[in-house]
């Protein structure tokens, strides 16, 4: 999923980079129904995805190429053999890359990506977003959760205010590195702190759009 300016973290090897394994694995997960029928993966469909991406991607070393390739499939297999592959794949209402946009009660119209929004068995919809990052830092494992608890809060929101009779939206956060599942369940409450939380966001920018120096508009820590 993408929210403007967000990256996952690059503390892989000097041969895997985060962001670019971050595309790679996003790109082929968007494609998971064709490279994996019934949830198997197909080995040349999937070798056949990763060598566009990376053409895509300008990456032309060999070495690399196959550093790529080789951690990518680990991270896809990693979900393949989740529990949640199956919910996911044989959801009646599933829809990947899914773009949302939606106008607030003030007029101000928000815009993201979902990388997965579909329907869990008790009809529910549900989010799912895929993280490529490692980290075995706790401090960061927390600060990494509260970013990524509002990003996803933030999609959340914009599918309940296009489905405002739905009462909830769930979302689950899965690192494709461990197989980890974080869930969440956004309801009423989450949405209004959530408008209050991008309401204020949305005036401190447009406080500086006319600042004359970057240097006097304050970090957003």
């Given amino acids: 999923a993408k929210l403007a300016y967000d990256s996952e973290a690059d503390d892989l090897s000097e041969k895997v980079r985060g962001d670019i394994l971050g595309q790679i694995v996003h790109k082929v997960m968007d494609r998971i129904g064709r490279i ?28 690399q190429r196959a550093s790529y390739s080789k951690t990518a499939r680990e991270h896809v297999l990693r979900f393949l053999n989740s529990d949640l592959a199956a919910l996911v794949l044989t959801s009646i209402e599933s829809h990947s890359e899914y773009s949302l946009q939606a106008m607030m009660e003030t007029g101000y119209t928000l815009f993201g990506i979902i990388d997965r929004l579909y329907r869990d068995p008790s009809g529910t919809w549900t989010i799912l977003d895929y993280k490529t990052e490692r980290t075995t830092d706790p401090a960061r494992q927390r600060a990494g959760r509260v970013r990524y608890e509002f990003q996803l809060c933030f999609y959340a929101y914009l599918v309940h205010l296009l489905r405002p009779s739905e009462p909830s939206i769930n979302a689950i956060l899965f690192y494709t590195e461990t197989g980890e599942q974080v869930p969440f369940t956004f309801d009423s409450q989450s949405f209004e702190r959530l408008k209050m939380e991008v309401t204020s966001l949305i005036r401190e920018i447009r406080d500086v759009e006319s600042v004359r120096d970057l240097k006097e508009i304050p970090r957003n820590t």
Avoid: N
Wanted: proline content about 4%; overall charge negative.
């Fill in 36 to 63: 994996a029928p019934g949830g198997i993966l197909e080995s040349s469909s999937f070798d056949e995805e990763v060598s566009h991406i990376l053409f895509d991607l300008r990456i032309s070393d060999e070495q």
